[in-house]
């Protein structure tokens, strides 16, 4: 698969794929970000004056049967403004998270039909960070006006 279906395929506008990694168990996707500037969180300004930039490992959907993780550069920039440095925000990763909001979703999806244990086995991740995720758009879902559905073997949901 060329780099640019690889990107199409990610489908997140704003990453470009740049390579890849095949592993046993996983497949990491090297990806950049387009924009070459971030909003200050502080003030609103836009900023291209970059702090430092670090690859990180951002947990996605799995997919051909293997954990897959974007290799992501997470920036920060010295705001022109207000001269704070800031971390920059991505839509479509919560703040401070190590996986994406789709994968997120997953999770929740998960543990709506199967056990946390059953979950944390199969993704390989902790029940604790697996509760989290589920408390988090439980709650998200009750303040939209939203239903629950009961978990498998709980009384009274999580």
């Given at each position: 698969?060329?780099?640019?279906?690889?990107?199409?395929?990610?489908?997140?506008?704003?990453?470009?794929?740049?390579?890849?990694?095949?592993?046993?168990?996983?497949?990491?996707?090297?990806?950049?970000?387009?924009?070459?500037?971030?909003?200050?969180?502080?003030?609103?300004?836009?900023?291209?004056?970059?702090?430092?930039?670090?690859?990180?490992?951002?947990?996605?959907?799995?997919?051909?049967?293997?954990?897959?993780?974007?290799?992501?550069?997470?920036?920060?920039?010295?705001?022109?403004?207000?001269?704070?440095?800031?971390?920059?925000?991505?839509?479509f990763v919560d703040?401070?998270?190590?996986?994406?909001?789709?994968?997120?979703?997953?999770?929740?999806?998960?543990?709506?039909?199967?056990?946390?244990t059953a979950v944390?086995?199969?993704?390989?991740?902790?029940?604790?960070?697996?509760?989290?995720?589920?408390?988090?758009?439980?709650?998200?879902?009750?303040?939209?006006?939203?239903?629950?559905?009961?978990?498998?073997?709980?009384?009274?949901?999580?």
């Amino acid at each position: 698969m060329a780099l640019r279906e690889l990107s199409d395929f990610l489908d997140i506008p704003s990453l470009r794929v740049t390579g890849y990694r095949k592993q046993q168990d996983r497949v990491e996707i090297i990806v950049e970000l387009k924009a070459n500037s971030a909003v200050c969180p502080e003030c609103g300004v836009r900023s291209t004056r970059k702090h430092s930039e670090k690859a990180i490992p951002m947990r996605d959907l799995p997919c051909f049967g293997r954990q897959l993780y974007l290799l992501l550069p997470r920036r920060r920039f010295k705001c022109n403004h207000c001269c704070k440095p800031f971390t920059e925000r991505l839509s479509f990763v919560d703040f401070g998270m190590s996986f994406t909001k789709r994968y997120e979703q997953y999770i929740y999806d998960q543990c709506k039909e199967r056990s946390f244990t059953a979950v944390e086995k199969q993704e390989g991740i902790s029940d604790t960070v697996i509760a989290k995720v589920y408390e988090s758009f439980s709650t998200a879902q009750m303040q939209r006006g939203g239903s629950l559905r009961q978990r498998p073997g709980k009384s009274g949901g999580a």
